[in-house]
């Protein structure tokens, strides 16, 4: 395991509190594979999956977590890295995040879209260390009902993460050069 710290939570809706996550690991150090039971629909209770991880993120795992026969919309944002940045070639982007401080922040998020939208299960997966050109650093899926309230609440949660969550960028350069970048987006950051 690399000097990152990885980490994965699923949250119950009605508790608050961490639960076993709906995940298991393959044998051998192999790939997360999704476990779901048949649950009637008294049986199923929201979820809150959060996590941090230098493992290359699976839009079809966060989509497969948030589906639910309950939903009839499931919405789905996926950053990935843009290969430029004023007029700079970008190889790769390099995440950091203060985990328990961005476990907590993303859990506000989470709770916050649950108060102003009627959804299911919400799903937020933020990559750590390198990420190259076209490949994802951050998935965000809600399920719902109806379409209205999942696009509303994925929206809302990446821009809440881009404005709340200690989670910091550093775009490597073609030209053997780097630069931590500032959000401005981020609550703290003062104006220019």
Not at 63 to 74: D, E, F, I
Not at 150 to 176: H, N, Q, R
Request: charged fraction near 25%.
């Amino acid at each position: 395991m690399s000097s990152l710290e990885i980490s994965s939570f699923c949250f119950e809706q009605e508790t608050k509190s961490p639960s076993s996550p709906p995940l298991v690991e393959a044998s051998a150090g192999g790939p997360l594979e999704h476990v779901r039971e048949d649950v009637g629909e008294d049986e199923e209770k929201p979820k809150d999956i959060i996590r941090f991880t230098a493992e290359k993120l699976s839009v079809e795992e966060v989509l497969q977590l948030v589906t639910s026969p309950l939903c009839g919309a499931v919405s789905l944002f996926v950053g990935t890295t843009r290969n430029h940045f004023e007029g700079k070639k970008v190889i790769s982007l390099e995440y950091e995040a203060y985990i328990p401080m961005a476990e907590n922040e993303v859990r506000r998020i989470c709770g916050d879209v649950r108060r102003k939208w009627p959804v299911r299960h919400i799903a937020v997966f933020h990559r750590l260390g390198l990420v190259p050109v076209s490949e994802a650093s951050v998935v965000i899926a809600v399920s719902s009902a109806h379409r209205a309230a999942s696009l509303g609440a994925v929206s809302y949660a990446i821009d809440a993460l881009k404005a709340k969550v200690p989670v910091w960028k550093k775009e490597i350069y073609e030209e053997s050069s780097s630069s931590w970048k500032r959000n401005k987006e981020c609550f703290w950051a003062t104006s220019d």
